[in-house]
């Protein structure tokens, strides 16, 4: 069984940047692609951005030139640098990962963009 377990989430002003992280653990003998996503009150989850193990990434229209995936492969860590936070970024974000063949999703982290 894989775990991922996130951490960064928080309250933040218009403008302001913040750090999400996502550790992943637990029997581990493949962990390709992670990334993350979002979902906002009465929307449906959005992708934000992926990574592969090798570093290749891709990003939501709404979060280019703003977010920056990233990834320690030593560390099975994910993480997602946000700046110029927008009130519209407001959503609960969700890691995943594929591991051992599988896709696992983290318990998600509340980040809250408002003045």
């Known amino acids: 069984q894989v775990q991922l377990v996130e951490s960064g989430g928080g309250l933040v002003q218009p403008e302001g940047s913040l750090t999400l992280s996502c550790a992943a653990s637990?029997?581990?003998?493949?962990?390709?692609?992670m990334g993350w996503y979002r979902q906002a009150p009465g929307k449906q989850r959005e992708l934000v951005a992926t990574?592969?193990?090798?570093?290749?990434?891709t990003y939501a229209d709404s979060v280019k030139g703003r977010f920056t995936i990233s990834r320690d492969n030593a560390k099975n860590t994910v993480y997602l640098q946000m700046d110029s936070l927008r009130p519209e970024d407001t959503a609960v974000y969700y890691c995943?990962?594929?591991?051992?063949?599988?896709?696992?999703w983290g318990q998600g982290t509340q980040v809250t963009v408002s003045s």
């Open positions: 637990g029997s581990i003998f493949s962990l390709n692609a």
């Open positions: 990574i592969t193990r090798y570093g290749t990434t």
């Open positions: 995943n990962a594929g591991a051992n063949f599988q896709i696992y």
